[in-house]
T-cell receptor, first 115, second 116 residues
Framework: AQTVTQSQPEMSVQEAETVTLSCTYDTSENNYYLFWYKQPPSRQMILVIRQEAYKQQNATENRFSVNFQKAAKSFSLKISDSQLGDTAMYFCAFMGTNTGNQFYFGTGTSLTVIP | EAGVAQSPRYKIIEKRQSVAFWCNPISGHATLYWYQQILGQGPKLLIQFQNNGVVDDSQLPKDRFSAERLKGVDSTLKIQPAKLEDSAVYLC??????????????FGNGTRLTVT
């Protein structure tokens, strides 16, 4: 079974600074997809960034980028120039291609951006 | 495009009562998921539909939970009878399958259930 681990329950960062959220996963599949979702207090889960395992290049989406280390099964999220609106829960998610497109979520990291 | 619609937004019931949640996925999305998110935890999959068929319901407590997706579009999730530990946010999500098998999930706003 796939597992996703987020070892940082809470983190904080000063506005305009950079923060990195960690995520590790365990799988025997070779082809899969990884995602970071943001959940603000409004509760709606919003896709932040995605990474295909077969791509070596790390995904980037404006201020958000990932450090994908396939051999280490690590998928960290870097937020640059943090903004107050980045305050939210962040969930790492795994989707394997051999498991009926099931998504597995980590337990989340609560990020607070301090003004 | 319109997002995933869920209702109600909030629901408070007493234990042993029944409750139903409704979800309308994004138009054209073949796969629909129901997740349970207990406070402080990540979403846990309850059931996954592809069109009107069940793909996975292994974590659905079938003695009290049921779900259906008639006609392969909108879906209802029912709890009968509710227990205190069912207090959670129930999230509905949908995704587009087919060629784009890696399509991400699109979530609704969720229903916060409180069982007293």
């Amino acid at each position: 079974a796939q597992t996703v681990t987020q070892s940082q329950p809470e983190m904080s960062v000063q506005e305009a600074e950079t923060v990195t959220l960690s995520c590790t996963y365990d799988t025997s599949e070779n082809n899969y997809y990884l995602f970071w979702y943001k959940q603000p207090p409004s509760r709606q889960m919003i896709l932040v960034i995605r990474q295909e395992a077969y791509k070596q290049q790390n995904a980037t989406e404006n201020r958000f980028s990932v450090n994908f280390q396939k051999a280490a099964k690590s998928f960290s999220l870097k937020i640059s120039d943090s903004q107050l609106g980045d305050t939210a829960m962040y969930f790492c998610a795994f989707m394997g291609t051999n498991t009926g497109n099931q998504f597995y979520f980590g337990t989340g990291t609560s990020l607070t951006v301090i003004p | 495009e319109a997002g995933v619609a869920q209702s109600p937004r909030y629901k408070i019931i007493e234990k042993r009562q029944s409750v139903a949640f409704w979800c309308n996925p994004i138009s054209g999305h073949a796969t629909l998921y129901w997740y349970q998110q207990i406070l402080g935890q990540g979403p846990k999959l309850l059931i996954q539909f592809q069109n009107n068929g069940v793909v996975d319901d292994s974590q659905l407590p079938k003695d009290r939970f049921s779900a259906e997706r008639l006609k392969g579009v909108d879906s209802t999730l029912k709890i009968q009878p509710a227990k205190l530990e069912d207090s959670a946010v129930y999230l509905c999500a949908s995704s587009l399958l087919g060629e784009r098998a890696h399509s991400p999930l699109h979530f609704g706003n969720g229903t916060r259930l409180t069982v007293t």
